[in-house]
């Protein structure tokens, strides 16, 4: 079934599949789409297999690639740590001031959040003698995956304004999943790290920069022997791996988040999807961003290097 629509509200449109059944989202002949296709995240020169998670390009591809919440005000409002950075002139000696700039944190209420995991859709590019399209992973048909279905349609609808419902499946397509962009092994100045992290922050804010900056610099400074930048969905990560004691250390410029500290191989870890890392379970320690985070890291990583 075509849905040619900028969204849609109803599950209906899913019905033309079985239920309980696995259906996919698809577009075709995306060589109508260049620019589309390079803003949901796949290159110019793409090949057929390349898997990726779509870049954050709406609110919905923000639902399928990062953690979301919902707000209940029925519960009293509970405290939070919200970081700044901030400049402030405070007394160094008799008549004399100091401006100092650093980063602070300050706690205060809000509502009660529900928080929940990404969906982690990601799509194949497909190209097979003059035909060419996209597909998601497979999603099964049910009531408890209504959210998840609409939310991948609308990604797909708002940006390429067309897609369809389909039961064929990917299985036989070889993948190669493009989640990540891996640095040879070796050693790697700072400045050469600031530089590429300054640019994959430069759309943020002060407060984002500064605080991805320093939590880096911290476990650069600790000597991994491995980097790798995080693409398209991915896009705001970064993973230092420590290969000698098999450790690889998750950062991100997101708010609310946290460090995430693996004891996987990279291999492992390079196939576990957003959700998958972000629920925390498959991981050996998650640092919260908070006044003790350089302690923790030092104490989690630091006596692991050697």
């Not at 990540?180 to 920069?209: A, F, H, Q």
């Not at 993973?239 to 708010?255: A, D, I, M, Q, R």
Request: glycine share 6%; net charge positive; charged share 25%.
């Amino acid at each position: 079934m075509v849905i040619k629509r900028s969204r849609i509200n109803s599950d209906k449109y899913f019905l033309s599949q079985p239920i309980d059944s696995d259906i996919y989202i698809r577009v075709d002949n995306v060589s109508r789409f260049s620019k589309q296709l390079k803003t949901f995240g796949f290159d110019d020169n793409v090949e057929s297999g390349a898997c990726v998670l779509p870049c954050v390009f709406n609110k919905y591809a923000k639902k399928n690639a990062e953690m979301f919440f919902t707000v209940n005000k029925n519960l009293p409002k509970e405290e939070y740590v919200q970081t700044r950075y901030w400049t402030r002139t405070q007394w160094v000696g008799i008549g004399e001031t100091e401006q100092v700039t650093d980063i602070v944190y300050i706690t205060k209420l809000r509502y009660h959040r529900d928080y929940f995991s990404p969906y982690s859709v990601s799509f194949t590019y497909v190209k097979n003698g003059e035909e060419d399209y996209i597909i998601s992973d497979k999603i099964l048909n049910t009531k408890e995956n209504k959210e998840k279905l609409l939310n991948t349609a609308n990604m797909v609808l708002g940006l390429f304004g067309e897609c369809s419902i389909v039961g064929q499946n990917n299985e036989g397509i070889k993948q190669v999943r493009l989640d990540w962009d891996i640095l040879p092994p070796g050693e790697y100045p700072w400045d050469r790290i600031s530089s590429t992290l300054s640019r994959v922050c430069e759309n943020k804010n002060r407060t984002t920069k500064e605080l991805m900056l320093r939590n880096c610099e911290e476990i650069h400074n600790l000597s991994p022997d491995f980097v790798a930048y995080g693409r398209a969905g991915f896009n705001g990560y970064v993973v230092f791996g420590f290969t000698k004691k098999n450790l690889y250390v998750l950062e991100s410029y997101l708010p609310d988040n946290a460090t995430y500290i693996f004891d996987n191989n990279w291999e492992e870890l390079s196939k576990l999807s957003k959700a998958q890392i972000l629920k925390g379970d498959m991981c050996k320690a998650r640092l919260i961003h908070s006044k003790s985070w350089s302690n923790q890291i030092k104490k989690v990583v630091g006596a692991n290097n050697g």
